[in-house]
Structures are given as structure tokens and as C-alpha cells.
């Protein structure tokens, strides 16, 4: 089924841009309803922007780090209004609460730059780097109430070079991401999957 989606991020909207992409080019059937961005110059909103897609600062003031309290209200009703049906945390660099949870239970999805439950929280391809692993990656994940730990629905890994700094690495991983979330879409628009405790059964 078609999804209407609601996109919260931070940053650069380079993930926002891949599912752009992928609607756009028929691979991906949805809808960007909303695109919110809690930072007022995140390019995220210029790229929103030159797709026609609406868009607006969401002022989360006066927390740093979490969505929570009337900036939370805010987008619950903006996302409502909007008609999103899932929402899509593209480098939303806030931890969202159990009221927007509510709101759309089982359609939060996120994306973190690391092959979860390794390296969850910030900088995470330079943690997985610290560590010496020889493989990093990324994982699109419903959201759950703690920090980058519901059921997983995509990972994709990505092999560490002997001569990778935090910022190649990164970059690689980023490929992926633009991968990974259109893919995860893709699964909740197809609808045939099962969320079991932590498993997510995909029928192929
Ligand atoms: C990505 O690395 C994502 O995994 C993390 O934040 C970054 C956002 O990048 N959660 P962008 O704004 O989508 O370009």
C-alpha cells in the first residue's frame, strides 16, 4: 500500500534524497507528506524544498537532544494533519518519546550508521574504527522507546580498508544507507512482514 510519509531530520537530507529518488524513478510507492527539520539551515529543508516538497523548521527548544513536551505535540499534529501514515527519521538527531511512539505504533523507522546492536549512539563508523572491525555497516530499525534498539528490518554491511579514516569509511557506509532505507520502505509498503518480538519475518 502506498505510504504517506512524514520525514524528521537534521542534517544534510542526503537519505531524504534517496527515497526522493526512489519514488521518483517507480521503485518506491509513497508519498513525502512532510519533511520537519529541528535545525533552522539543515539543508535537508533546501533539498525538501527544491523537490516541492512542504517543509518547515520544528522548534524542539528547549531540549537538545529529545523530542518531547509541546515542540512533540507539534509534530504529532503537523505529521496528523499531514496525513503521514509512517514516519521516517532520516539523521534526526533527537531521541523521540513514547507519545509520537503511540501515535504510530510499529511505523517509526530510523537509520543508524552501524551493523546494530554494535556501536548504537553518535560517530559510530569511527567507534566500529576505534574497535578494529573488519566490517561495519548500517541498519534501518523500527523505533522502539530506547536508543537505536527495535526490531531490524535492513542491515547492509560494509567491509573496513586497511587505510580507512573515520570520514571514508563514513562515506561508504553512506552509500548503503541510500540503499537501505528505500529498501526498508519498500518492505512496509509491500506489507508482507511479520513483526515477531524482535524478528521482522520477511516474505520474499
Ligand atoms: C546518516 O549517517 C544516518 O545514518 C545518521 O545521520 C546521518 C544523516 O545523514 N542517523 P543525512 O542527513 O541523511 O545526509
Not at 518506491?28 to 527539520?37: F, H, Q, R, T
Not at 569511527?126 to 566490517?135: F, N, R
Request: one cysteine or more.
Amino acid at each position: 500500500m502506498k505510504l504517506n510519509l512524514g520525514i524528521l531530520g537534521s542534517g544534510s537530507g542526503s537519505n531524504m534524497q534517496s527515497i526522493v529518488e526512489a519514488i521518483e524513478n517507480g521503485t518506491l510507492d509513497a508519498e513525502i507528506k512532510i519533511v520537519l527539520a529541528d535545525v533552522k539551515d539543515a539543508y535537508i529543508l533546501e533539498r525538501a524544498k527544491k523537490h516541492g516538497i512542504k517543509c518547515q523548521y520544528l522548534d524542539c527548544a528547549p531540549w537538545k537532544t529529545k523530542l518531547e513536551g509541546p515542540a512533540e505535540d507539534e509534530c504529532i499534529r503537523i505529521l496528523k494533519d499531514s496525513g503521514v501514515d509512517t514516519v521516517v527519521l532520516a539523521g534526526f538527531m533527537r531521541i523521540v518519546k513514547p507519545k509520537l511512539l503511540a501515535a504510530y505504533p510499529n511505523r517509526v523507522l530510523n537509520i543508524h550508521p552501524a551493523l546494530l546492536p554494535a556501536f548504537p549512539g553518535v560517530h559510530s563508523w569511527t567507534q566500529a574504527l576505534d574497535y578494529g572491525c573488519k566490517v561495519a555497516g548500517v541498519t534501518v530499525h523500527f523505533v522502539d522507546a530506547g536508543t537505536d534498539s527495535g526490531p531490524i528490518i535492513v542491515q547492509k554491511a560494509v567491509k573496513v580498508e586497511e587505510d580507512d579514516t573515520p570520514e571514508t569509511l563514513h562515506a561508504r557506509i553512506q552509500v548503503e544507507e541510500h540503499k537501505a532505507f528505500p529498501e526498508a520502505l519498500g518492505i512496509i509498503a509491500a506489507g508482507n512482514y511479520k513483526i515477531e518480538g524482535r524478528r521482522v519475518r520477511i516474505a520474499r
